[in-house]
């Protein structure tokens, strides 16, 4: 059972990772390219999509790595999850909001609030990957 939850945290904390990296440098910057309008729509529609897998990814990861740092005694591995269970209040606090506001602006008279939500989100998203995609090298690095 301990490798097996080493294995599915290592794994979801690296799916995870790899997912806000496409989103963040990939994805969102391509669709504001196309021009606000289009990201908002296109957000709207993908953000109900990402949102319950980031969150399954986070859980599963976080509490893979909680339950083998408890059964090993590892420090490492209760960082990695704590972080990983993390992205919960951080995204509650940070991006949540700005989701929620970009679900309701009216782009047909409020153009400029959603170019300026859309770039907060990309900070806050950032952030988010940064501090989350730290728990799965760290994974690596306790597996070998």
Excluded at 13 to 24: D, N, V
Excluded at 28 to 43: D, K, M, N, Q
Excluded at 64 to 75: D, I, K, M, P, T
């Amino acid at each position: 059972m301990h490798d097996f939850a080493q294995i599915t945290a290592t794994l979801a904390a690296g799916l995870w990772a790899g997912g806000c990296i496409y989103i963040g440098f990939a994805e969102h910057p391509s669709a504001l390219r196309v021009g606000v309008p289009f990201a908002t729509e296109y957000f709207r529609h993908m953000s109900k999509r990402t949102a319950p897998l980031m969150m399954a990814l986070a859980a599963i990861s976080g509490i893979s790595g909680l339950y083998v740092g408890w059964q090993a005694g590892s420090l490492g591995w209760l960082t990695g999850g704590a972080i990983q269970l993390g992205m919960f209040p951080l995204t509650a606090a940070l991006i949540v909001p700005i989701n929620i506001k970009l679900l309701k602006v009216d782009l047909d008279n409020d153009l400029d609030t959603a170019a300026r939500l859309h770039a907060r989100w990309g900070q806050m998203h950032l952030l988010r990957t940064t501090i989350g995609s730290i728990a799965f090298p760290l994974f690596v690095w306790l597996l070998v």
